[in-house]
Each structure stands twice: as structure tokens, then as C-alpha cells.
């Protein structure tokens, strides 16, 4: 089991306030990494059987990755001129909104043999 606090990001204008040809300036009071995102918790599970073979072992696999399909936000938006929508590609835009998740649920099954 995982569970991380809110991730820092960066928040800033996306223009050049002090003139100085840089269109990332922070706004007043803003420090690095003054946002939170959401916190991250996951829960993976592996669950194992073994088997004897003749001379040889099996170990027969079932391993879950985020079990409970909790979604995980990740890369948020810093940029306070970023307007507010939907990308082609189905990815919200505007600030302080995530754009990307990190993965869905996933099962694998394995076999192992030792001989």
C-alpha cells in the first residue's frame, strides 16, 4: 500500500510581468512549488501458489497493481493564463487542473518454473 502526500507544482503568471523577456514569472506572494496537487494512494496485491513437479518447482502467479482502481492525478497545470477546456485528445486544460493520471488497475498472471 501507497500513499503519498499532494505533490508540490510550480504556479506562475504565463506572462512576462517584470520585463524581462521570460513569460514564466511567479505572481506576487507565489513561492516554488507553492501548489498542491491530490494525494496519491494505491494498493498493489500479489497472491502465489507453489507446486511441486517431479524434481521441479511452480510457482503459479496473480499479482494486481492499483487494486481498488483509485484514480491518481499527476502533472498539474501552474500556468494562471491557461484557459479553461478540453484539448482534442480529450485532456483538460486550465490552471490547476491535472493533466495526465497515472495507471488504472492491472492484473497479470505469471508462472514460474525452478528446476
Known amino acids: 500500500m501507497s500513499r503519498i502526500s499532494a505533490p508540490p507544482y510550480n504556479v506562475t503568471t504565463g506572462t512576462d510581468v517584470n520585463r524581462d523577456g521570460d513569460n514564466n514569472d511567479r505572481p506576487d506572494g507565489?513561492?516554488?512549488?507553492?501548489?498542491r496537487?491530490?494525494?496519491?494512494?494505491?494498493?498493489?496485491?500479489?497472491l502465489s501458489k507453489k507446486f511441486a513437479i517431479h524434481r521441479a518447482?511452480?510457482?503459479v502467479l496473480w499479482e494486481?497493481?492499483?487494486?481498488?482502481?483509485?484514480?491518481?492525478?499527476n502533472n498539474y497545470?501552474?500556468?494562471?493564463?491557461?484557459?479553461?477546456?478540453?484539448?482534442?485528445t480529450g485532456i483538460p486544460t486550465g490552471?490547476?487542473?491535472?493533466?495526465?493520471?497515472?495507471?488504472?488497475?492491472?492484473?497479470?498472471?505469471?508462472?514460474?518454473?525452478?528446476?
Open 77 to 88: 497545470q501552474g500556468n494562471q493564463s491557461s484557459r479553461p477546456g478540453v484539448t482534442a
Open 37 to 46: 496537487g491530490d494525494a496519491f494512494f494505491q494498493t498493489d496485491m500479489r
Open 64 to 73: 494486481m497493481f492499483n487494486l481498488f482502481n483509485t484514480v491518481n492525478f
Open 57 to 59: 518447482q511452480a510457482e
Open 95 to 115: 490552471f490547476g487542473r491535472p493533466r495526465q493520471a497515472f495507471d488504472a488497475f492491472q492484473g497479470q498472471l505469471g508462472l514460474k518454473l525452478t528446476f
Open 30 to 35: 507565489a513561492g516554488c512549488d507553492s501548489a
